[in-house]
């Protein structure tokens, strides 16, 4: 194994028993009368130069998870160990240097930009903040560097978001995110507003700039189908919890758990007289706050069983040579 490789080989990123609950007030006195338990004690490695694909239905916390790690949220328990140091113990002197290691791509192109600000202004704040900068004409040359590696020209840094269209303001939340030089990114639902002929670019920007830069992606997304071209790894949540996790080719070849062979049979056939089996999930998604007893997904599971309503099942891995990972008592 060359130094390179064993340098990938090593977990960047290592979650631990990461939960986030909020709390419910009731109407009146305020008093907090129950949680709703979004992230409830996950546990996964990111390594470095990968990126780990997060999936699962609206709800099912992946967000969050993103938010959490990043200390945008602050966790209710758990530990998030980045370049062997705990995160969740950082203050926030020392969260704040972190920040130039750690960015975050949002969902709405739109939304997430200041409308008063020019692209300039926008890609260039974080250097401004951080001190990266000496002078003015540094900062202009690196906002057009990475502003031209995002694939937009050097005029764009004077014009305003309005003037762009949803592909190129998500180029520049791309930008923006990359400005710092970050080692880790977190793509929350990074493609999801964008139209499929502008997904399969941004998506190829996003693997190109990996490679130039050396990026950790976490990349949450509700398209399996966006999920298995970008992600070396794949995890499948539900309800807060995460029920299975593998290699992409292993999890969409093999996959173990109802829930992701569900999600998976939902995925359009590629061509038109391919027969496919669809997995009709019955009922809808139990409410957070008030989680089934036992196995999450019992409630919904064309396969259940009794044990599935008593104990929580283990998750465990179900493979012999592979990192195939499953919560589900079918294979106790």
Known sequence: ????????????????????????????????????????????DIKAGETFGLVGESGCGKSTTGRTLLRLLDATEGEVIFNGENILEYDKSRLRKLRTDMQIIFQDPYSSLNPRMTVGEIVGEALVEHGLVKNKQELEEKVVNIVEKCGL????????????????????????????????????????????????????????????????????????????????????????????RAGKNELFDNPMHPYTQALLSAIPASHPLQKKERIILQGDIPSPAKPPSGCRFHTRCPKVMDICSKEIPEFKKVSEGGEHYCACHLYK
């Open 1 to 44: 194994m060359s130094e390179n490789d064993k340098i990938k080989s090593e977990a960047l990123l290592s979650i631990r028993n990461l939960k986030k609950y909020f709390p419910i007030k009731s109407g009146v006195t305020r008093k907090t009368i129950g949680h709703v338990k979004a992230v409830d004690g996950l546990n996964f």
């Open 153 to 244: 020209s050097a005029y764009h840094i004077k014009r305003y978001p309005h003037e762009f269209s949803g592909g190129q303001r998500q180029r520049i939340c791309i930008a923006r995110a990359l400005a710092l030089n970050p080692k880790f990114v977190v793509c929350d639902e990074a493609v999801s507003a964008l139209d499929v002929s502008i997904q399969s670019q941004v998506i190829n920007l996003l693997k190109d700039l990996q490679n130039e830069m050396d990026l950790t992606y976490l990349f949450i997304s509700h398209d399996l189908g966006v999920v298995r071209y970008i992600s070396d790894n794949i995890g499948v949540m539900y309800l807060g919890s995460m029920v299975e």
